[in-house]
Nanobody, 124 residues
């Protein structure tokens, strides 16, 4: 099992940047794929990005590719999401996620572990 805690959300202007962090508990952190989902009011939770230790694979939603960068530091049991060139449509609650397998095709309803979420608001 994994416990996840996000931080780094806040308010940014369009074109600005934020970096989200997700701290994970447990010695088996590196055994899980880690990723980020987001959910805007009235919308389904959607995939944002994921990173896997099994292969050098990183997945991004088309809406964020080229703007967001996911990374992980297993020694610190932390995954990051660097968000650049933010747009108002990026406004959402961002959730850290962990599962044996995560990809751009992952259904949020089947993800095993979630953080509490952190609010990201982008103003125009």
């Amino acid at each position: 099992q994994v416990q996840l805690v996000e931080s780094g959300g806040g308010l940014a202007q369009a074109g600005g940047s934020l970096r989200l962090s997700c701290a994970a508990s447990g010695r088996t952190f590196s055994s899980y794929d880690m990723g980020w989902f987001r959910q805007a009011p009235g919308k389904e939770r959607e995939f944002v990005a994921a990173i896997s230790w099994r292969t050098p694979s990183i997945h991004y939603a088309d809406s964020v590719k080229g703007r967001f960068t996911i990374s992980r530091d297993n020694a610190k049991s932390t995954v990051y999401l660097q968000m650049n060139s933010l747009k108002p449509e990026d406004t959402a609650v961002y959730y850290c996620a962990a599962d044996w397998l995560l990809s751009k095709n992952s259904d949020y309803r089947s993800v095993d572990y979630w953080g509490q979420g952190t609010q990201v608001t982008v103003s125009s």
